[in-house]
């Protein structure tokens, strides 16, 4: 029974997601946060969530000195 309640609400999860404007999900599982908690990032662009060009912060790119 627990199973089925399981796939239910992994079916709901992606139904309502494919309804949203978002574009992108990455699941990830943990058993270090406690069962049902969801956590949504919002970031600008494909990059990688919190990597430094998506936080503004890019090691790699040279200043416009003008």
């Known amino acids: 029974m627990g199973d089925e309640k ?3 609400e992994i079916v709901d999860l992606l139904d309502n997601f494919s309804k949203s ?3 992108r999900m990455k699941v ?3 058993e ?3 069962d049902g908690t969801l956590i949504r990032e ?3 662009g494909r990059c990688d969530i919190k990597s430094p060009f998506a936080k ?3 090691f790699d790119v040279l200043e416009d000195k003008r």
């Open 6 to 8: 399981t796939i239910e």
């Open 21 to 23: 404007e978002t574009s």
């Open 28 to 30: 990830k599982v943990s």
């Open 32 to 34: 270090e946060l406690p």
């Open 42 to 44: 919002y970031h600008h």
């Open 56 to 58: 503004g912060t890019p």
